[in-house]
């Protein structure tokens, strides 16, 4: 995910998020989901909306940040991209 440096999931840590991530998914009636550009690792960095019956919209970058289960990873570069 775009902007988050997330534990890996053979880890407790990761582990965690993973459940996290699909009690969210289970309760959205709507996923968005924008994308960049594939980076040097052939990764594409991903923004999640998760949409709610009630009409909220939810971003889950920022969910695993408030909740524990992510970092920011701010320092990526132009090198970080493909030419």
Excluded at 42 to 51: E, K, P, V, W
Excluded at 52 to 69: A, M, V
Aim: aromatic residues 8%; proline residues 5%; glycine residues 6%.
């Amino acid at each position: 995910m775009r902007g988050l440096d997330c534990p890996e999931l053979d880890t407790p840590e990761g582990k965690a998020a993973k459940r996290f991530v699909e009690a969210q998914a289970k309760e959205a009636v709507s996923v968005v989901i924008t994308s960049t550009k594939p980076d040097k690792w052939d990764r594409y960095l991903s923004d999640i909306f998760l949409g709610r019956e009630d009409g909220e919209e939810l971003f889950l970058n920022n969910l695993l940040l408030q909740n524990g289960h992510a970092r920011r990873h701010d320092k990526v570069t132009p090198a970080d991209w493909e030419e």
